[in-house]
T-cell receptor, first 112, second 117 residues
Framework: QKEVEQNSGPLSVPEGAIASLNCTYSDRGSQSFFWYRQYSGKSPELIMSIYSNGDKEDGRFTAQLNKASQYVSLLIRDSQPSDSATYLCAVNEAGANSKLTFGKGITLSVRP | EPEVTQTPSHQVTQMGQEVILRCVPISNHLYFYWYRQILGQKVEFLVSFYNNEISEKSEIFDDQFSVERPDGSNFTLKIRSTKLEDSAMYFC???????????????FGNGTRLTVT
């Protein structure tokens, strides 16, 4: 059973702080990694994708991948109240468009 | 920006009835998926569909479920004889063909909330 684990939340940070969200996965063959944001009652919205070890930055978001440690993280700089949502880590196996396995998600609350 | 559209947004049905959930994927996407999310739980994979056939399905996707692409734009999920535990948010998603070794990101529709009473 391939697993994707996320820190138990919720995570609360003050406005302007850095929020750090972590995820580990069990399948060493995983090749593609994604962070989705999900507001309550809404669909997952893609925030970041990362495929290679290292960091990938997009605006206030940085995804970090370490395949040796089977670890992927998301940093949100200058957190805003509008960032308050559940963040889902998703991982897929190598090859064609096979299924994504999602973590349970971590709920982030940014305090004004 | 192109988007995946799903109808209806909310479906209420009685146990034992059949429901059809509809999706219009993004027009140049070739891979289609159904996921579901029971309230408070993980997003779970149900089925993927490519080239007019199922390419992968989960244990959840048993004989009660079927998918179809009846024309060039719609992608449907049929649930026969619904059960109380089928109550969930059902998300349709689509993606472009993959890169050499990487998975293309999924674009999700807004979901259909299915309530089985």
């Amino acid at each position: 059973q391939k697993e994707v684990e996320q820190n138990s939340g919720p995570l609360s940070v003050p406005e302007g702080a850095i929020a750090s969200l972590n995820c580990t996965y069990s399948d060493r063959g995983s090749q593609s990694f994604f962070w989705y944001r999900q507001y309550s009652g809404k669909s997952p919205e893609l925030i970041m994708s990362i495929y290679s070890n290292g960091d990938k930055e997009d605006g206030r978001f940085t995804a970090q991948l370490n395949k040796a440690s089977q670890y992927v993280s998301l940093l949100i700089r200058d957190s805003q109240p509008s960032d308050s949502a559940t963040y889902l880590c998703a991982v897929n196996e190598a090859g064609a468009n096979s299924k994504l396995t999602f973590g349970k998600g971590i709920t982030l609350s940014v305090r004004p | 920006e192109p988007e995946v559209t799903q109808t209806p947004s909310h479906q209420v049905t009685q146990m034992g009835q059949e429901v059809i959930l509809r999706c219009v994927p993004i027009s140049n996407h070739l891979y289609f998926y159904w996921y579901r999310q029971i309230l408070g739980q993980k997003v779970e994979f149900l089925v993927s569909f490519y080239n007019n056939e199922i390419s992968e399905k989960s244990e959840i996707f048993d004989d009660q479920f079927s998918v179809e692409r009846p024309d060039g734009s719609n992608f449907t999920l049929k649930i026969r004889s619904t059960k109380l535990e089928d109550s969930a948010m059902y998300f349709c998603a689509s993606s472009t063909p993959p890169g050499q070794s990487t998975h293309s990101p999924l674009h999700f529709g807004n979901g259909t909330r299915l309530t089985v009473t």
